[in-house]
DNA sequence: CCGCTGATTCGACATGTGTCAACATGGGCG
DNA sequence: CGCCCATGTTGACACATGTCGAATCAGCGG
C-alpha cells in the first residue's frame, strides 16, 4: 500500500441512521439525518452521477468520465459536492483528475431503511 | 453475442423503474422517475409521515395520529399530498377521517434501485 | 516560466419548496 | 337543518435550489 492515508469512513454516524422505516417512527434527528441522504438523490442530475460512479468499473470515476450528462460542468462539480457533503461520494485527486467513489455503508444504511418488514 | 437472456422484470412489476444504482447508469428518463421518488423522502417532515404511516398497526393511519410532528395542519396534509403525488402512499376517506397507507411496490422499487449489488 | 486542460468556486438569476394563516369542503351529529 | 370537527385548498412569503457564465485554482507539459 503506497499510500497510508486513512479516510474516515465514519460507518457509526451513516449505518445506524435510522431503523427500517416500516419498523417504527421516526424521531425528528432521525428523519433529519436520513432526509439529507435522500434529498441528495431527489435530484435527476445527481441520481445518474450517483449511479455512473456506482457502476463504473472500479468502483470510482473520473469527473470527466461522468460530466455527460446535460448539464454543463460547473453545475456538474456542484452535484458532486452535494452528494459529497450528504456522504454519499468521496473524492480523491490524483494528479490531473478528480476521481470519486460511492461510500457503501451510507449505501447500505439507505437500503435497510427501505427494506420492508423482514417477516 | 445475441443476448436471449430476457429482463428480470422481477415480481414489483407495478413499479419495474429502474435496476440497481450499481448495475449500470440510469438513463435520463429513469432518474426522473426515479428521483422524484427519492425527493418526496427527502424531507425531514414527510419522512417522519411516512414512517408513522408505514409503521402504524395494520399499514394505515388516520391523518388524525400522525399529524404530530411540528408543523401546522395545512402543512401536514401539504406533505402527504406530495408523497400521494409521489405514488409512496394512497388515501382513502371513511366517514370522517382519511386513512393513508404505503404503497408496498414503490417501497420495494426503492429498496430495489439502493440494493448493492445481489449475490 | 507560461500556457493548457481539468475541476472548483463565485456571482447572479429564475424557479421550486416549505410554511403558515385564512378560507373552503365534507361528513357526522345534535 | 345547522353547527362543528377533521381535511384539504388557496394565497402569500421567505428561503432553498438548480443552473449558467465568468473567474479562479491545480497540475502537467513544453
Redesign the pocket.
Known sequence: MPNAKVLPVRATDAAPCCPPLTERPLTAEEAERAAVMF?AL?????LRLFSLVASHEGGEA????I?DV?????????????LKEAGLLT?E??????Y?RVEPSVLAAMGRILASAPV
Not at 473520473?62 to 468520465?65: A, I, T
Not at 485527486?93 to 478528480?98: C, D, L, Q, S
Open positions: 434529498k431527489g435530484d435527476p442530475v445527481r473520473c469527473v470527466c468520465d460530466s446535460g448539464v454543463s460542468q460547473p453545475t456538474v462539480s456542484h452535484h458532486l459536492k452535494k473524492s485527486r490524483r494528479g490531473t483528475w478528480v470519486y
